[in-house]
């Protein structure tokens, strides 16, 4: 009875032994099963989380790429503009450079023109009446050292000799007396000077006594005969306002030829 109940017992403890092992067995591959679902599904929302991170990370980039494009072609649209400008600019230096160019020249050329219509003026004076010689004489010298300054501008100096011409186109309109010295045969007289526009000149004493007049034709003062005198004393408180306007008499020589 012994003998045979070992065997069983040695099956039965077998049996139980290998159920026991089965389930042992079972139980780690459902966990290693389980783990490795886990793992998986760790993975996958490892990587979701990787794709969501590069969608993110993509949809900057895109953005970013957008912006900077987008400056890119604003930049050179501002390039272009400022190229543009720069090109305007240069030109306009060119014109400028080309205008102050062509200034210096018209300055210089003014220069020697106005220098030449002093020249005719300074003429001019010679050859005509010698009223206000010393006056007139300064202005010009006045004159000529403006235009010899280089700080003073071309439209001055322009300016300061059409005063001149102005001035003495205004000696023709005119009537005036004044008192200088003049030279007659030889002696120097001291004389109340009338002088009438530019067309003559008549002089007196102080004293009334002497009377005449600048022959244009002999470039000289003479006297005149006495019988003058009263018609250039009056012409004299004329011109000075001391007596009211009228017509007199005044021996004007040679005009145009005709005594």
């Not at 040695?10 to 490795?36: C, D, M, P, R």
């Not at 050329?109 to 006056?135: K, N, W």
């Amino acid at each position: 009875m012994t003998r045979k109940m070992v065997p069983v017992v040695v099956l039965l403890l077998l049996a139980f032994g290998s159920g026991n092992l089965y389930a042992q067995e079972k139980g780690a591959g459902q966990a290693a099963a389980q783990g490795k679902t886990q793992d998986a599904l760790d993975n996958r929302q490892l990587t979701q989380e990787e794709l969501d991170q590069w969608s993110a990370d993509k949809a900057a980039l895109v953005g970013r790429l957008r912006s900077a494009r987008a400056n890119v072609q604003w930049l050179q649209g501002r390039k272009q503009a400022e190229t543009d400008r720069v090109e305007s600019l240069e030109g306009r230096i060119d014109e400028l450079a080309r205008r102050l160019e062509e200034a210096d020249r018209l300055e210089s050329s003014m220069q020697d023109t106005l220098l030449v219509i002093l020249d005719r003026v300074e003429e001019v004076q010679g050859r005509g009446l010698p009223f206000l010689p010393e006056e007139r004489d300064n202005r010009l010298r006045l004159v000529r050292s403006e235009l010899a300054r280089p700080d003073f501008t071309a439209a001055e100096k322009l300016r300061r000799v059409l005063e001149v011409l102005q001035v003495e186109a205004d000696y023709a309109n005119n009537v005036e007396v004044y008192q200088g010295p003049i030279v007659v045969e030889g002696q120097e007289i001291y004389a109340d000077i009338l002088r009438v526009g530019r067309l003559a000149i008549f002089w007196q004493t102080p004293d009334q006594e002497r009377v005449g007049w600048y022959d244009q034709s002999l470039g000289v003062f003479i006297d005149l005969p006495s019988s003058e005198k009263r018609n250039i004393g009056r012409a004299i408180e004329m011109a000075t306002r001391m007596r009211p306007i009228e017509l007199i008499d005044l021996p004007l020589g040679r005009i145009g030829g005709v005594q």
